[in-house]
């Protein structure tokens, strides 16, 4: 079984930066594809950005393409979200998961994840 730990989540203004880290443990996330899934209050969690097992392929939520990065470093059984010109409505606790499948590609659905950590909150302010 991994686990999953978030981090870098904080308090920023409209138009800030952050990059959220995911640090994997108990066993390597290399041969799986990884994704980044957020829930504000009263809303269901949402998909945001997934990349396949190996980096070379990433998908995007509509709402974040083109400011938000996904990236993996499988030496360091981490994966990362860099998120640019935030803006308040991507206010939320932010979720990264491990793919159930191995080697598959990039994954959007919530249900074909096998694990999850426990999030990490992400305020941004106008």
């Known amino acids: 079984q991994v686990q999953l730990v978030e981090s870098g989540g904080g308090l920023v203004q409209a138009g800030g930066s952050l990059r959220l880290s995911c640090a994997a443990s108990?066993?390597?996330?290399?041969?799986?594809?990884m994704g980044w899934f957020r829930q504000a209050p009263g809303n269901e969690r949402e998909f945001v950005a997934s990349i396949n097992y190996s980096g070379d392929n990433t998908r995007y939520a509509d709402s974040v393409k083109g400011r938000f990065t996904i990236s993996r470093d499988n030496p360091r059984n981490t994966c990362y979200l860099q998120m640019n010109s935030l803006k308040p409505e991507d206010t939320a606790v932010y979720y990264c998961a491990s793919a159930t499948t191995v080697f598959g590609g990039v994954v959007a659905s919530a249900s074909e994840y096998a694990n999850w950590g426990r999030g990490t909150q992400v305020t941004v302010s106008s």
């Open positions: 108990g066993r390597t996330i290399s041969a799986r594809a």
